[in-house]
Each structure stands twice: as structure tokens, then as C-alpha cells.
């Protein structure tokens, strides 16, 4: 965590302007559009990372689905996650997360301001109302992340089970899947070095509705955690 005070500290002069355009941004919703909004965000996170020492590559982004109205489904390492896709995804998106995100400050904004849900894991009924609610808004045309492990790897880039629940949204909604695969995001907010750190992070090919109709949510769950673990095991080999 020590990276996020380095970021801080080297946009200091800014930081007031941002927080200002945050908090108008968050207490006006319906003035500013979410294509703004988002931009907002974006800009904002790639002066960040770079201030942070943080290179990323990417690529795949011509995977990803020309009309909005699909779901992200990554592997999880930490909270620069989002940050990472914040700065190499064009079109805005929420999350689906964990209600303990609420309690970080500045963090909780970024979030409310994308328009992302909260889920309180304990509470199954709770879970499954948020879950309708995405699915509802993916059909109007909203692009969402979830991670299906569900909390994050504390193994590095070894990617835990895929949780074949998290995928009933797309089910329902009939929406593109898109998998991607994130590599070394853990080591810029969940190590304590501040030292210059390279992320990785790749959109690879879609499911669209026709290829996974006749799928298990566990089927698709099983198939998406093999399509990004043989993507990690290939840029890893490729270093």
C-alpha cells in the first residue's frame, strides 16, 4: 500500500481539483454523463499509475465486443485491479463487489462513481437481488466486471476456483463473456515495495450468447478459468 501514499505524495498539487470534480461528479449524477464521468476516472488513473511507477501492457482490446452490454470475467489480485482496467478499457464499466470497499476511502467514490454494485457475500438473498439487477442493466447496454474466484489469489498469478454463480448474470442477460487475464497486478498495492513495477493485462476472445447456450454455469465457469490460466502460463513462458 505503499505505492498508493508515492501517488498521492507526486499529485499532491492536483490532488484538491481531483477531489473536487469527484465529489461534483458523485453528488450530481444525472448532469454529467457516464461516458464523462468515466473519462474523468480515466484520466485520472493513467496519471496515477505512471506517477506510481506502474508500467502496463495490454493487449486484446479488438477483442472486445463492438456494442456495449457484455460482462468482464477476470482473475482477482488485488485492489489495483480495477485500476488497471480503468486505464486500458475505452468504454465505461461498473464492478460488482465486495460491500467492504464502502470502508476505503477515495476508493469508495471511484466505485459509486462507475455506478458499481455492492454484495454482501453472508447474505445469499442479498447476492442474488444484485445479481438481477445487473443482469436488467447489461441488457439496456451497461458493460460490468466481475471476478468469479470470488476474493482474491493470495498465490501470485495462480488463479483460484471460478464460481459458476457468478456467471448466472451473463446467463440471463444473454450477453458476450469477455475473459481476460491479469498478470503481476498484486506487486503495486498488495507487496510494500515502491519500486517500478510492469502489469499485464489481455482481453481474449469472447463467448457470445450462441457459443455457451447449451453450457452449465459451471461448464462456462470451468472453460473461462482454462482460457485465462493457458494465457498466463503463455506470457509467463514468453518473459
Not at 150 to 164: C, L, V
Request: aromatic fraction near 10%.
Amino acid at each position: 500500500m505503499e505505492r498508493i501514499l508515492v501517488m498521492v505524495l507526486r499529485s499532491i498539487f492536483q490532488l484538491p481539483y481531483w477531489l473536487y470534480l469527484l465529489n461534483k461528479y458523485k453528488k450530481h449524477p444525472d448532469k454529467y454523463s457516464e461516458q464523462t464521468r468515466y473519462a474523468f476516472l480515466h484520466r485520472l488513473t493513467v496519471k496515477a499509475n505512471r506517477r506510481g511507477g506502474v508500467h502496463i501492457t495490454c493487449t486484446g482490446t479488438e477483442n472486445l465486443p463492438k456494442e456495449s452490454g457484455y460482462i468482464l470475467f477476470g482473475n482477482h489480485q488485488g485492489l489495483f485491479d480495477a485500476l488497471l482496467l480503468l486505464e486500458t478499457h475505452d468504454k465505461p464499466f461498473a464492478t460488482v463487489s465486495k460491500i467492504e470497499i464502502q470502508n476505503i476511502p477515495f476508493l469508495r467514490d471511484v466505485f459509486t462513481l462507475l455506478g458499481s454494485k455492492f454484495i454482501v457475500r453472508e447474505d445469499v438473498r442479498q447476492s442474488l437481488k444484485v445479481l438481477n439487477e445487473v443482469t436488467e442493466e447489461v441488457k439496456q447496454g451497461k458493460n460490468y466486471l466481475i471476478f468469479p474466484e470470488g476474493t482474491r489469489s493470495k498465490n501470485g498469478n495462480q488463479i483460484q476456483e471460478f464460481k459458476g454463480g457468478s456467471f448466472k448474470s451473463a446467463m440471463n442477460a444473454k450477453c458476450p463473456i469477455v475473459p481476460i487475464a491479469i498478470l503481476d497486478s498484486y506487486k503495486v498495492f498488495d507487496t510494500h515495495s515502491i519500486k517500478k513495477t510492469s502489469v499485464q493485462i489481455h482481453y481474449l476472445k469472447p463467448l457470445y450468447y450462441d457459443d455457451y447456450k447449451g453450457m452449465k454455469s459451471n461448464d462456462i465457469a470451468a472453460y473461462v478459468s482454462e482460457t485465462i490460466k493457458n494465457k498466463i502460463a503463455e506470457s509467463e513462458a514468453a518473459l
